[in-house]
């Protein structure tokens, strides 16, 4: 087996808005892919985690080029061989109102691997042994052996409400009941297959975003995601295919955008059939057994 990691470039297109008043503006996504769960923990696909980034945030960010910036906590060090302290953001409020403390982040971190998922959390927890909590605004990471690699993988744990119960279930969140989130957005409902609609949080302790609600609706063909895009249906798409780059370079009423993204690829020999096809003896007679 070989792998290989590459950068691949995502592509985004926007219409041009700019003659709207942008503090009133509905942005419509058109999205290539449908989240499976508002559950934050309940999958580390690509999908569901972007979704849970406009209603949650993670105790560590990270900005455009990967590079590890505040979120949750303002700051972070190693205090020992196997310990980290996170210092938490004072004043921050959870979308009921409730206050961001220590005890969600002890909360989020013991829940977030033990969530029933074919892609679960518990790659970025395993090596957490402990979370003692210092003070309301202080939490330290314990861990076996030395973790350098804590405040990586700490940027990908979202943080829910401890207030949600140790009997909350992925139903709970897709109903809505339990989207509580500190993120910039509020939940206001799901309608699988057809749209996630959300409304600008005015209270988020960072940056306001500039829409006051936001649609988001799957369209997983690509010819119907750029003619939605083109008819005005939506005001934004991503994974624009190449076969429709050069139109919408053209068109004066369109921006495109590309970015780089990190993806590990595999290469694998099918070593788990018992015949795998198009493998066969010189002659072309079939094998006894898998030679891989």
């Not at 792998?3 to 942008?22: C, E, G, I, K, Q």
């Not at 310990?83 to 977030?112: C, I, M, Q």
């Not at 030395?146 to 279930?169: F, K, N, Q, R």
Request: aromatic residues 10%; glycine residues 6%; proline residues 8%.
């Amino acid at each position: 087996m070989t792998a290989t990691a590459r950068a691949w470039l995502v592509s985004m297109a926007f219409l041009l808005l700019s003659s709207l008043p942008v503090e009133a503006q509905e942005l419509r996504i058109g999205l290539s892919l449908e989240t499976n769960s508002i559950d934050p923990m309940f999958s580390t696909t690509s999908s569901n985690a972007m979704l849970a980034r406009h209603f949650f945030d993670e105790l560590v960010l990270q900005d455009e080029g990967q590079r590890l910036r505040p979120g949750l906590a303002i700051s972070w060090q190693a205090v020992g061989p196997t310990v980290w302290e996170f210092r938490l953001r004072p004043g921050v409020k959870f979308h009921d109102g409730s206050a961001f403390t220590a005890e969600d982040v002890a909360f989020s971190l013991h829940r977030a691997p033990n969530v029933s998922s074919a892609a679960a959390f518990g790659v970025y927890t395993r090596a957490i042994t402990q979370v003692e909590i210092v003070d309301p605004l202080t939490v330290r990471i314990h861990s076996a052996s030395p973790y350098p690699m804590a405040p990586y993988d700490l940027s990908v744990v979202p943080i829910v409400s401890h207030g949600i119960g140790e009997a909350v279930t992925t139903a709970d969140f897709n109903s809505g009941k339990s989207v509580i989130g500190t993120g910039p957005f509020r939940f206001v409902r799901w309608v699988p297959g057809d749209r996630i609609e959300m409304a600008r949080n005015d209270d988020y302790w960072g940056p306001k975003p500039a829409w006051t609600r936001v649609i988001s609706t799957p369209i997983p063909n690509d010819t119907a995601r750029v003619a939605a895009l083109l008819a005005h249906d939506v005001d934004f798409i991503d994974v624009v295919p190449p076969s429709a780059l050069a139109d919408l370079r053209s068109r004066s009423d369109v921006r495109l955008t590309q970015i780089p993204i990190n993806r590990v690829e595999y290469v694998h020999m099918d070593s788990f059939s018992k015949h795998p096809p198009f493998v066969t003896a010189l002659d072309g007679s079939p094998l006894e057994k898998n030679p891989f």
